[in-house]
Nanobody, 119 residues
């Protein structure tokens, strides 16, 4: 059974930074692209960033491009999201998951980690 556990969220002022982590267990992590998603209050969950299985390719939603960086450490079964220049509209619960080439998630969702950006 695959388990995804996110961490690293918190409360930060606008312009600040956070680094999220997500550790996967129960599946061969290295074989799969991974991604980050988020759900803001009152909104549907949306795609944020994707990284290829090898880590050599990345893709971002326009809303975070140039501010967020996704990375992975296959030896640790962990994917990261470095978030800089945070804005209040980045406030959301952030989730990681396995990701298809069409940016769909196909694993079970973890609990997520709350990110709150104050203005």
């Amino acid at each position: 059974q695959v388990q995804l556990v996110e961490s690293g969220g918190g409360l930060v002022q606008a312009g600040g930074s956070l680094r999220l982590s997500c550790t996967a267990s129960g599946r061969t992590f290295i074989n799969y692209a991974m991604g980050w998603f988020r759900r803001a209050p009152g909104k549907e969950r949306e795609f944020v960033a994707r990284i290829s299985a090898s880590g050599g390719g990345t893709y971002y939603a326009d809303s975070v491009k140039g501010r967020f960086t996704i990375a992975r450490d296959n030896a640790k079964n962990t994917v990261y999201l470095q978030m800089n220049s945070l804005k209040p509209e980045d406030t959301a619960v952030y989730y990681c998951n396995f990701v298809t080439s069409t940016l769909g998630a196909f694993g079970s969702w973890g609990p997520g980690t709350q990110v709150t950006v104050s203005s």
